[in-house]
């Protein structure tokens, strides 16, 4: 059974200092106090220490401009009153290609992060989505806040109303236009994820035209102007694979920053099964039984989703167990 606050990524351990943001120079004090803590973060990547830990570092150990307000961000105070911040750390994978669909960043896999040189020993790079379900809930609410965040930064340098650049505020929580004086906030796209069932109880999954080879997962797409989340289930699972749904089921929901993606899960009933794939988004989408499922894992035919992805967790509530 999936509970919803123990999705890897939906897990948090600290409080997330919203009144603090808006208090003049908040991050340069927190910065000379011994006891606050900082995050590296670029590009959907931590820095981790051994053991996949994400590595939280004195203000003296950050191998960075200090003094660079742009670069910060208040991730919030823990229980004995320290700050957490992050910073960010400008190493990027280049924007879409033109002609090239811009939601190609929430799939890709980041590779080309920043470089270990300037870290203390023993620690690196290590992309969020492959670590996410091994950190603390304490871990993970840091590391989450800090890759959507900086996401959100990256790709938000300039104002959406009149194209002027943007400065920093309230300690990495908005853009403001140096302009027009118009405030910018953080964005999250909301997606729909679900678990397709029949009335056999088999569930559908389909194979994404750039995904890895015999990589299978739920189906999942964004929401569009004007729509419900249940619409958007049977909307996505109709336009991919041709199947039509009936009773849609809220079953949890997952940040998913990679870069902006809230995924709002759901189990969803199938009122017909015949399998007619786009040929765009899917390239292929069969339905398995469970036998049929656990056989293709072991067998290495079917690559399942992440263990960090809601997505595996709407598997695995399914199937009654983890996938092995």
Avoid at 199 to 226: C, K, M, Q
């Amino acid at each position: 059974m999936i509970v919803p606050d123990e999705l890897p990524l939906s897990r948090a351990g600290v409080d997330r200092a919203a009144l603090s943001r808006t208090e003049d120079g908040f991050v340069a004090a927190a910065l000379t106090d011994d006891a606050t803590r900082v995050l590296l973060v670029c590009d959907g990547a931590v820095v981790t220490s051994s053991g996949s830990r994400v590595a939280l570092l004195g203000p003296s150990q950050v191998p960075v401009d200090v003094t660079d307000d742009d670069g910060w961000l208040l991730l919030g105070r823990g229980e004995a009153g320290e700050t957490y911040l992050a910073r960010r750390v400008a190493d990027r994978r280049p924007a879409p290609r033109i002609g090239e669909a811009s939601d190609v960043l929430v799939h890709a896999v980041p590779t080309g992060h920043a470089s270990a040189a300037g870290l203390p020993d023993g620690l690196v790079w290590t992309p969020l989505r492959d670590i996410g379900a091994d950190l603390t809930a304490h871990e993970a609410g840091l590391a989450t806040t800090a890759v959507a965040l900086d996401a959100w930064h990256a790709r938000h340098p300039r104002c959406p109303r009149c194209g002027a650049a943007t400065r920093v505020a309230q300690s990495g929580w908005t853009r403001v236009c140096v302009e027009d004086g118009s405030e910018h906030y953080p964005r999250t796209d909301p997606a729909v994820i679900m678990a397709v069932v029949d009335a056999d109880d088999r569930i559908l999954l389909g194979h994404a035209a750039h995904w890895p080879a015999d990589r299978w997962s739920t189906l999942a797409g964004f929401v569009e102007a004007g729509e419900s989340l249940e619409h958007a289930v049977r909307r996505e699972v109709a336009e991919e694979t041709g199947v039509l749904v009936g009773d849609v089921a809220y079953r949890g929901s997952q940040p998913w920053p990679f870069p902006a993606s809230l995924m709002i899960g759901f189990r969803a009933s199938a009122v017909s099964t015949q399998v007619m794939v786009d040929g765009v988004e899917l390239t292929e989408a069969r339905w398995f039984s469970r036998d049929e499922l656990s056989a293709a894992v072991r067998a290495g035919d079917v690559i399942p989703p992440g263990r960090a992805s809601i997505a595996r967790a709407l598997v695995e509530e399914w199937f009654g167990g983890p996938l092995s």
